[in-house]
T-cell receptor
Framework: NAGVTQTPKFQVLKTGQSMTLQCAQD?????MSWYRQDPGMGLRLIHY???????DQGEVPNGYNVSRSTTEDFPLRLLSAAPSQTSVYFC???????????FGSGTRLTVV | AQSVTQLGSHVSVSEGALVLLRCNYS??????LFWYVQYPNQGLQLLLK??????LVKGINGFEAEFKKSETSFHLTKPSAHMSDAAEYFC????????????FGGGTRVLVKP
């Protein structure tokens, strides 16, 4: 059972480039989320999904897009990378509010 | 919306000493509360969870937490610290709306001295 798999683990982008952070889970969880973690700012919710075809914005959605075409996958797209998007990104999935979230190992993104 | 506050961004303990990490929730009683641990350069791992079935909750790696309604607290403890406990710990509460999103405390970084 792989849990939540994020790729890549590390990425360096130039300002203005676009890219997609991949997230896949094999636990048949309906709820999936993307967080970013920054020093002094804690973990902040970017986007979330409550099931295939349903997504919504979190606290810091600007500059990011998501889609959820399948239960398993929840990719995060950076449209035009900016240095302010340098961060560690975590994908997480959940079966139910009472179970908590299972987190991936993260993607460390640097935008130069 | 529910919120949690962690007192102390850094805690230093000696190996073998008690570990006590503090978490207080907002005034309304949450049905669920979680403690997560994050080791360096890793994701977050669920340590334990409160689901109102029991006020004393035991988790992995020898940690436990007690839910105290009178103190609006859910403090995390471990009787004897080990070097491998050096990590950052987060208290979190799920929201009823927003896809069960987790609202995290600010985190407490634990340093274990030999």
């Amino acid at each position: 059972n792989a849990g939540v798999t994020q790729t890549p683990k590390f990425q360096v982008l130039k300002t203005g480039q676009s890219m997609t952070l991949q997230c896949a889970q094999d636990m048949n969880h309906e709820y999936m989320s993307w967080y970013r973690q920054d020093p002094g700012m804690g973990l902040r919710l970017i986007h979330y999904s409550v099931g295939a075809g349903i997504t919504d914005q979190g606290e810091v959605p600007n500059g990011y897009n998501v889609s959820r075409s399948t239960t398993e996958d929840f990719p995060l797209r950076l449209l035009s990378a900016a240095p302010s998007q340098t961060s560690v990104y975590f994908c997480a999935s959940s079966y139910d509010r009472s179970y908590g979230y299972t987190f991936g190992s993260g993607t460390r993104l640097t935008v130069v | 919306a529910q919120s949690v506050t962690q007192l102390g961004s850094h805690v230093s303990v000696s190996e073998g000493a008690l570990v006590l990490l503090r978490c207080n929730y907002s005034s309304s009683v949450p049905p669920y509360l979680f403690w997560y641990v994050q080791y360096p350069n890793q994701g977050l791992q669920l340590l334990l969870k409160y689901t109102s079935a029991a006020t004393l909750v035991k988790g992995i790696n020898g940690f436990e937490a007690e839910f105290k309604k009178s103190e609006t607290s859910f403090h995390l403890t471990k009787p004897s610290a080990h070097m491998s406990d050096a990590a950052e710990y987060f208290c979190a509460v799920p929201q009823k709306a927003a896809g069960n999103k987790l609202t995290f405390g600010g985190g407490t970084r634990v340093l274990v001295k030999p």
